[in-house]
């Protein structure tokens, strides 16, 4: 097994990224590179840094954003007349390590996601390595309840220990009281529904700041059960074989590269928030009215995954469908632009995906998005709902 160090790869701030703490800017900030000044900036070192600036936006009653690797954020112009809060603290504690129970670790809120899937397959602890590319913190991870190629990050989170703004105190939220779904939370509700929120909305960040998160860890230098089959056919596998965990987060990230889905600043269709869409949970009946054609797949809670395989119950009456599916076949071709001249559209290899082709404003972004909601509601009367933040000016404060 390679030493225990957790070593970031990459700088603590995300690609393109230039920060003037006197006067910065949401496009300096993150991966779509768009939005407009930040009133006041903070870049938090230490837990206690991180928390004083929390309780000192909050006592104000200034609108309060804690910002993460800036990959799931889209802002508008308009000065964000609040505080943006930024945890750059880098730091990954081993808490117990045995044959029998496997690894307990856990991260701070600001370690780099893949940084930190990376420093986990290097370990040969099993689990995350689908997750690979995924740009990001670790305190975002169980927010959106990130997943991808067949995984999500609820089935190796053993807590959250959060700030807790509506008590002011620190509190450890074990994985049951997460309640989390596909790309969802008690954490991410927290934002818009008042009744988890204690009684009001927190947004554009929830009611728990996520302080670091506690992963449990089998031991295996083979991955996890493949269970997508982009993935299956990339390794030469069958869906529910397993392969050496460096080899899939290589194919992973292979996969996701061609699809413009690893940051890279010469590449125009990586200047995006990844997928913006989330993919559809609908009733069964609403899914059996779609053509034929679409795809429609099973929801299972993956939070409850047990055994070696992994294995999750699947939740009736509901299925997911394909968001990418919904977007070409309402008219939304890859490299669809708002308009003729417009830098905002669709990625040239990712309907899913929206980028910033050069000079896109968060408003034109935006725009976009409504557009293509518009387009796909009219078409399917289904709902599209954007995976990242948006921050207008009429977003709800604290």
């Not at 989170?157 to 074990?174: G, K, M, P």
């Not at 995906?353 to 509601?377: E, F, K, Y």
């Amino acid at each position: 097994m390679a030493e225990n160090k957790f070593v970031p790869l990459h700088e603590v701030s995300s690609h393109r990224i230039r920060v003037d703490l006197a006067a910065p800017r949401f496009s300096e900030l993150t991966t779509m590179g768009v939005g407009g000044p930040i009133e006041n900036y903070v870049e938090a070192q230490t837990e206690t840094e991180l928390i004083d600036a929390i309780q000192e936006a909050d006592a104000a009653g200034r609108p309060l954003f804690v910002l993460g690797g800036g990959s799931n954020t889209v802002a508008s112009d308009e000065k964000f007349a609040g505080t943006v809060v930024r945890d750059i603290r880098q730091e990954v504690t081993l808490d117990d390590d045995s044959s029998c129970g496997g690894a307990s670790v856990t991260a701070t809120a600001g370690v780099s996601w893949d940084d930190f899937v990376a420093y986990v397959v290097n370990q040969e602890w099993m689990g995350v390595e689908a997750l690979s590319g995924i740009p990001g913190t670790v305190g975002a991870a169980p927010v959106q309840n990130i997943g991808a190629y067949g995984q999500e990050v609820a089935e190796t989170i053993a807590s959250v220990r959060v700030w807790d703004r509506l008590e002011s105190r620190a509190r450890t939220l074990a994985l049951v009281d997460l309640e989390l779904e596909y790309r969802n939370s008690i954490l991410k509700r927290s934002l818009t529904d008042p009744e988890v929120g204690g009684g009001r909305t927190w947004g554009p960040t929830g009611r728990w700041v996520v302080l670091s998160v506690s992963f449990q860890f089998r031991h295996a230098s083979l991955s996890a059960p493949i269970r997508y089959g982009q993935l299956a056919n990339a390794l030469g596998l069958k869906i529910g074989e397993r392969a050496d965990s460096q080899a899939v987060r290589a194919a992973v990230l292979e996969i996701r590269r061609s699809k413009g889905m690893v940051l890279d600043d010469a590449d125009r269709d990586t200047w995006s928030s990844g997928s913006f869409f989330t993919n559809p949970i609908v009733s069964d009946a609403v899914a059996e009215q779609l053509p034929e054609d679409a795809p429609r797949f099973p929801v299972e809670n993956r939070a409850l995954s047990v055994g070696i395989d992994m294995q999750a119950p699947t939740l009736p009456g509901i299925k997911k469908v394909s968001a990418a599916w919904l977007i070409q076949h309402a008219g939304f071709t890859t490299g669809y632009r708002l308009d003729e001249g417009s830098d905002a559209a669709l990625s040239s290899r990712h309907s899913l995906a929206i980028t910033n082709r050069g000079n896109a404003n968060g408003d034109d972004i935006i725009a976009l998005s409504d557009q293509i909601r518009t387009g796909v509601r009219a078409k399917y009367g289904i709902d599209l709902h954007p995976e990242p933040v948006i921050i207008k000016p009429s977003t709800p404060s604290a």
